[in-house]
Structures are given as C-alpha cells and as structure tokens.
C-alpha cells in the first residue's frame, strides 16, 4: 500500500520522491547519530536565520530545510526510539499544544503558514526531548554549551560588521543591527542567551587562560552588538537575568556589572544618553509618549481582545492573528504599517494563543513555562550542574514576563537554543541522580557505582 501510495504521488508530483528521501536520511540521522544530529543544528541554526544568498536553495532558507527535518525526521525518530528521558512535566503539556495546534489546521483562514507554524513549534518539543535523551552527563551538558557560543560567532561578527558599515534598519529613530537574524528583537534575545551562558561558565570555570580570553573577547563584542540592537524588551530582559543570577548565585555579579557600566560610560559616553532615548518615550511626561511601541501594541491588543472572547475554546485556527489584524485594522497607517505583509505581528504571545488556539492554548503553553521553571529549580540541587540550571531557569523566567509584551514565540531561532539548553541541563541532571549520588560529579558517580558492582561481584 505504501509503494502504490508513492508511485502514484511520485507520478503527479516526481519532487515528492526527493521529499521521502530527505525524510528518510533525516530520519537514519536522528536515529544513528543524534548527538551529532543535536550539536550539528545547534552550530549552524543561528547562521541561518536570516534568508541570504549564501544560506538559500532556491528562494527558500536553509533554517527552513532544517525546521522540517527537525520536525518530521527527528520526530519520527524519536517515536521509534520510545524515549523515556523527556521530562513529563514539559514534554506532556508541551505535546498537547502541539497536538492542539495541529487540529486548528482544519479551521484556519491561513494554512499555509499554519503548517509552517506548527513544524516549527514541532521542531521545538523535538529538539527539548532530543537534548534530554542525549546529553547525559555534565560533560555533554558542557559540550552543548561550548556548542552554543561557537555559533555565536558567525551572529557577532556580522553584527559588528553592519555597525561598522552602517548596514542597520532604523528602528524607532535608532540605528539597529540584526546580524544573521531576521529582526533586532531575535538577534538581541539570541545575544542574551549567549551572554548568560558565558559570564555563568566564566564565574563557574576554571578556564585555561587562551579559552578564558577567548570567552571574554566574544561576550564583550556580542554585549556591543547586544546594545546596538536597540531592543528594549531584551534589554529589561538582561536586567531580570542578572538580578535572579545576583540574588540566587553570584553577589559578585553586581560589582561586576557596576563596572562594566562605569568603564562603558567612560569609554562611550554617548551610550549612555542612548540607552536613556530610548527610553525616554516610555514617559508620560514625553511629548512622544501617544507615539511610543507600547502605547500602539496596548491600542492593538484593545481591539484584538474581541477575538479572543469570540472563540474561548477553539481559538480561530494557528496563524490566525495576522489575517485577523488584516480584517480588523485594514490598510491603515495609523496603525503604523501598510499591513501588505500579511498583517501585525500581536506582541503578546499569551493574546496570539487565545487568539489562535483559545484558551487551552494559553494554559498548555503556560504549563510547559512552569514545568521548565520547577524542574530547572530542582535540577539547581545538583551541584555540578547548578550553575547551568540557574542560568537557564533565569532564562526562563526572562523570556515568560516578556512574551507578555513581545513575540518571543516567534523568534524560533531563539527558542530553538533555549530548548536545547533547557533539555540538556534536565538531561544531565537525570543522568546525575541515577548514577546515585545527585550531589557529585557523574564522573565521581559511574566511578563509585562502578566500583561498588566490582565489591559485589568479589562477596558472591
């Protein structure tokens, strides 16, 4: 039956052929080698963010060639797998948003791009289970990690580059870089990551020195390109990440950050009337203050809200909103845009998903959020993976405040390293209390385990 199925599609459509082949090499990747297939994606996913001529087939962007294979392949290769590692209290909820979104397809006003939309929020409870099953100890967990800031460099250097060539976008009257990612607001949350993972393995680690310098080169030029991004919401984000890292792990941080402040001042002083511009608008007391981002996205939500109360319980369907703005606002240019992409982005991801998928889908999301939040906090009990845990559940609570205001689900990029992140940290963690001795080293652990079996064998 599947050869007729095949030959008959293959017949009126040859391309599908090609499709089942990709598919089926995705597939024996997934299967044969996922941490490679893990760690390949991680290097590379933040290079291809923005489509290019060097990172394009056809029109079409390698980050989508990788989305589908993620999705389908990867996750066909975990169904045969029958993984047990994927953390419940994510994977579950995680899982039923996913299915949620899958059956809003048949309602829809925009398939197209509610399929596209689900491969890659597919791709993302992929990647979460994926990282939890391979990374086993904190030495996988450390290699992820390096992997992470290795693909940072790519992302910083062309972000310096169109500083240095004016190659920006005005945003807002600012100047602002993107680097290899679609919008400022991604490259800046992608820049927050890296810079989290890497002051946390500075303070933690005991480098050698060629690595230590190594390190600190790429955080100081990806916290300048972190600033020229111009985004505000990241920006507040790096704040609430550095006062959980201070008041949770490193007191240090503070004087740290103090002077990092102080020596850019000195060397910048214009950043610092920067930094206060951009937020100058924010006042009521500002004469731009009817004009500003929040005030327009506050305006929005007001008469978007009704689409949400429409449909409590369906939702109108994934990728909804856009097509929704369309017939709500029109070709309008109050509302700051012509529309003729498609329509406006919500800014809240919590009022997209009662748009789209109804409130089940706000609560499902929600629950994956705080799933990786307690078990982020719990896994901060083990002591050599602490500190990544810390970093990660800080991450965590950044990034839920600030879907409230931003589209974070959007920006798949982004997510698909704090997924990845996020699953490693839980991954070792597990790894860590099996071998039995939650509060040391895995390596310390197998060596004690192992020995112990030894002990046994000779009684007998």
């Known amino acids: 039956m599947l050869s007729a199925a095949t030959g008959i599609t293959a017949s009126v459509a040859p391309i599908v052929l090609v499709g089942l082949l990709g598919l089926a090499v995705s597939v024996g990747v997934f299967l044969a080698y996922p941490a490679f297939a893990l760690l390949a994606i991680v290097l590379v996913r933040a290079s291809l963010d923005q489509s290019d001529f060097l990172f394009s087939i056809g029109g079409t962007n390698l980050a989508g060639f990788i989305g589908v294979a993620v999705a389908a392949g990867g ?28 059956v809003s397809l048949a309602y829809t006003p925009a398939p197209g791009e509610g399929v596209r939309t689900w491969l890659r929020l597919a791709a993302l409870l992929v990647l979460f289970c994926l990282a939890a099953r391979v990374v086993r100890d904190v030495r996988g967990l450390r290699r992820t990690a390096g992997f992470v800031l290795a693909a940072a460099t790519l992302p910083v250097l062309v972000g310096l580059f169109q500083a240095a060539t004016g190659s920006t976008s005005v945003k807002q009257g600012f100047a602002s870089i993107s680097g290899t990612f679609v919008h400022a607001n991604g490259y800046a949350f992608f820049l927050l990551v890296v810079l989290t993972l890497g002051t946390v393995m500075l303070l933690e680690r005991a ?7 190594a390190l600190a080169v790429l955080l100081l030029a990806a916290g300048a390109c972190f600033l020229l ?16 890292l201070a008041a949770l792990e490193y007191r240090r941080l503070i004087a740290v950050c103090a002077l990092a402040v ?13 930094v206060q511009a951009r937020f100058s608008d924010l006042s009521a007391d500002s004469a731009n203050y009817s004009d500003n981002s929040f005030s327009w996205r506050v305006a929005t939500w007001e008469q978007m809200l009704p689409y949400a109360l429409d449909r409590p319980l369906t939702g109108h369907g994934l990728s909804s909103y856009q097509p929704l703005s369309v017939a709500e606002f029109g070709i309008s240019e109050e509302i700051g845009t012509s529309l003729e992409d498609g329509g406006i982005y919500a800014h809240n991801d919590y009022l997209n998903l009662a748009v789209e998928l109804g409130i089940f889908g706000v609560l499902l999301w929600l629950a994956t959020l705080a799933g990786l939040a307690v078990l982020l906090w719990r896994a901060r009990e083990n002591e050599p993976v602490r500190p990544y845990a810390t970093a990660m559940f800080a991450l965590v609570v950044a990034l839920t405040l600030i879907s409230a205001s931003d ?9 698909y390293y704090v997924m990845v ?7 070792a963690a597990r790894a860590s209390s099996h071998a039995g001795l939650p509060g040391a080293p895995v390596e310390e652990a197998a060596t004690a385990v192992g020995a112990g079996a030894s002990s046994e064998r000779r009684d007998h």
């Open 207 to 213: 480098l050698p020195p060629a690595r230590a310098a």
């Open 421 to 427: 992140l996020c699953g490693a940290v839980l991954g």
């Open 75 to 102: 996750g066909i290769a975990l169904l045969l797998a029958r993984p047990k590692e994927a953390p419940r209290l994510v994977a579950l909820p995680f899982l039923g948003l996913v299915l949620l979104a899958l």
């Open 407 to 415: 589209n974070i689900l959007s920006y798949t990029g982004l997510l």
């Open 229 to 244: 991004t111009y985004a505000r919401a990241a920006w507040i984000g790096a704040v609430v990440v550095l006062c959980l």
């Open 262 to 274: 102080v020596l850019a001042v000195l060397a910048v002083p214009s950043g610092l009337g920067q």
